[in-house]
């Protein structure tokens, strides 16, 4: 199984980063796909959760300008952020998880935010 992450990058504050995930290989269906982040000296956290049947769940800190959206056809997920902030940057981390529930990790991409 292979996640494949892109789109993150340098951004100014108030810009805006559309992330992708593709799974491939995946066993089963893929029942859900989400974002993690993780900042430096920080614990890793959930960002966005998207299931196969179309519910989301969102941080807080994001709530509001940040879209998760999913494309089964494709077993990609995509996390369009919105008014980024600094406080945003981080590496960012996707998963999927099987029908069977099994979670797999992709590699992080960095988003890294200037004020």
């Known amino acids: 199984v292979q996640l494949q992450a892109s789109g993150g990058g340098f951004v100014q504050a108030a810009g805006s980063l559309r992330l992708s995930c593709t799974a491939s290989?995946?066993?089963?269906?893929?029942?859900?796909m989400s974002w993690y982040r993780q900042a430096p000296g920080k614990q890793r956290e959930l960002v966005a959760l998207i299931t196969s049947s179309g519910s989301t769940n969102y941080a807080d800190s994001v709530k509001g300008r940040s879209t998760i959206s999913l494309d089964s056809a494709k077993n990609t997920a995509y996390l369009q952020m919105n008014s980024l902030n600094p406080e945003d940057t981080a590496v960012y981390y996707c998963?999927?998880?099987?029908?069977?529930?099994?979670?797999?990790w992709g590699r992080g991409t960095q988003v890294t935010v200037s004020s």
């Open positions: 290989g995946i066993m089963f269906s893929v029942a859900a």
């Open positions: 998963n999927t998880r099987n029908t069977r529930g099994t979670i797999y």
